[in-house]
C-alpha cells in the first residue's frame, strides 16, 4: 500500500457528514458565545459605571445627603412604580 493513511479514509460518508455538521454547529455556537461574552463585558461596564457615578456623588455630597435622597427616590418609585404584588390594588 502506497500514500498516507488517514482515518478519516475509513469513515463512512454518512458518519463524515454528521462531523461536519457538528464542526459546523460548534463554530457557530462559538461565534455566537463571542457575542453575548461582548455583551456580558458591556452590561458589567455599564453596571460599574452607574457604580463609579453613584461613588462620585457620595465623595460630593456626602453619605446621609445620599442616603436620603435614594430613599425618597425609593418612596416614589414604590407608589408610581410598584413592583408586581406591592402597592396600590385594584
Not at 479514509?9 to 453575548?36: G, S, W, Y
Not at 455630597?61 to 416614589?76: H, L, P, S, V
Request: hydrophobic share 35%; glycine share 4%; with cysteine.
Amino acid at each position: 500500500m502506497t500514500g498516507t493513511r488517514s482515518v478519516y479514509d475509513v469513515i463512512p460518508t454518512r458518519d463524515l457528514d454528521k462531523i461536519c455538521r457538528l464542526q459546523e454547529q460548534a463554530v457557530e455556537l462559538e461565534n455566537q458565545a463571542f457575542i453575548l461574552q461582548a455583551k456580558a463585558q458591556d452590561l458589567r461596564t455599564r453596571a460599574e459605571d452607574i457604580v463609579t457615578v453613584y461613588r462620585i456623588q457620595v465623595d460630593k455630597e456626602g453619605w446621609d445627603a445620599c442616603r436620603a435622597e435614594a430613599k425618597k427616590q425609593n418612596m416614589i418609585s414604590w407608589c408610581c412604580d410598584p413592583l408586581p404584588g406591592q402597592g396600590v390594588q385594584a
